[in-house]
């Protein structure tokens, strides 16, 4: 069914003037993430009747119909964080748009239940609900987890995902963007972004080309807009009662920043040299850029990126521009990283302006994310994370900038790399530091006030990786008077069930939450069942059917 939206509010086309902390603050409230978990004692009634009727609708099976009630006792005050599953990247199928693995992803749900999870974190990927024709809306497969969830028991955050997943076609969870926008880059290249050597990078749509009509008569930002507003209409029932936060997309992998590094390269050992490249070759880009110098009487300025910038290999100290003494801590330098920075910030504004007016008076945690670039953090310049748009050096904090921007429409920032640690990294590479990455971001997070949800990069699943999640989150959560901090574990799939790894996450679980969990019931009429045999048995069938 094709849907007509009304265009979003068009922005000026002048696209130099970045937003400033002077931006006038609105009167906004948190609505606070869960904050108490009462003593919950679980009651799984499991009908296993295979003539038991179930709306067709709700896309499950009438053998695997069940009921999940829960009793909450008020005298158990929650003191430590909620802890949320990311759901397997092909929770819905590309091909179908419905849940794929129903009977594993009820076991599942029902086993992170019982293991005290707060909730499950489901991406919603453009690329599959407005697949082939602008605002033709297919909600389906996504309806069906949130019934899930409602069942069990669970709350949900869901992922406005308007970036490609995968590196391309022969990767087993490929979700490129909607085919039409695809076909509007093959018209239009410059609506990807572009570094110095020609190179595209389809995995998100140039933020320079954020409010023209690139797409059908529409720009992305309106593009965003309408889906959002279209998720907004369709799941009205589940706001606020089952869908408690909405993480909304900015860039690659969701995160608000440039394309500087691609894909396939950051999964490789040898990333910690990554420089990244500036995304500013399209010809939107380059429009801006041109603009902003010509304004200041810099004309010379307005060719592209830095000269003397590397390549995405180089020693920095072996570059002009980012060695220590380089051209970054020059007029130019601070001419073109600011402007480069803050058609990020600005991207992010018009974003987080139109996601907080379509979700305003709804019960709904907003947030955005900030990308885990942590390995030149002990350098001067920070290269890699200058290149992915984040003006942060040794001289100048450039995420307290972000996060206030995120403060001024009360969203939460969402940031990586809670289990990683530097003793671990510097063995690969001396000027890495992850955690001093993650204390940057919780400092700006605590002097901006807002709520923080910290994240894992990589499916750790030792001991170790937990403690050091656990220890880092410390460093906001403690005090009083604090934003409220929960945490997303990234991701659910058959390596999480098994035997000591759920062992390991269930007693994680059970640590950030700090508070006794109970002993839950599973009833099939003929006894009832302990937590822990209900951790292994209700695991199980989803560990076979994965």
Known sequence: MAITS????????????TPTDSTPARALRFSP???????????????????????SSNGFDGDLQYELQHGVSTHHRRRGSPVFVTLPVDAVSLSAGTMKRKKAMVQSFRALAAAGVEGVVMEVWWGLVERELPRVYNWQGYLEIVVLAKRCGLKVRAVMAFHQCGTGPDDPFWIPLPQW?????????????????????ME??????????????????????????????????????????????MGPAGELRYPSCPLQKLAWTWRSRELGEFQCYDKYMLASLNACAGEIGM?????????GASNLMQDPESTEFFKSDGSWNTPYGEFFLGWYSGMLLLHGERICREAETIFRGLEVNLSGKVAGIHWHYGTRSHPSEL???YYNTSIRDGFLPIARMFGRYGFAMCCTCFEMQDAEEQQMNPVSSPEGFVKQLLLAARISDIPLQGENSASSLDDESFQQVLRMSK???????????????????KN????????????????????KIFRAKLGFGEGDMPLSSLSASATAGAVLAY
């Not at 999480?496 to 508070?515: I, K, P």
């Open 6 to 17: 009304s265009s979003a509010p068009s922005f000026s086309a002048s696209i130099c003037c």
């Open 33 to 55: 993430i869960q904050t108490r978990l009462q003593a919950r004692r679980f009651t799984l009634a499991c009908r296993l009747d295979s003539s038991s009727s179930v709306p």
């Open 181 to 201: 926008v695809r076909e509007e880059m093959d018209k239009d290249p410059d609506l990807a972004y572009s570094d110095r050597f020609g190179r595209r990078s």
């Open 204 to 249: 998100y749509i140039s933020l320079g080309c954020d409010a023209l009509p690139v797409l059908h008569g529409r720009s992305p930002i309106q593009a965003y807009t309408e889906f959002m507003r279209n998720f907004r209409d369709t799941f009205i029932p589940f706001l606020g009662g089952v869908i408690t936060g909405i993480q909304v997309g």
């Open 299 to 307: 004309r010379e300025w307005a060719n592209g990126g830095p000269i």
């Open 387 to 389: 290149t992915a748009g």
């Open 475 to 493: 460093f906001y959560s403690d005090g009083p008077g604090t934003p409220t901090f929960s945490f997303n574990f990234v991701r659910m799939d």
């Open 496 to 515: 999480l069930f098994e035997y000591r790894n759920w062992v390991s996450f269930t007693r994680f679980v059970r640590q950030m939450s700090d508070v």
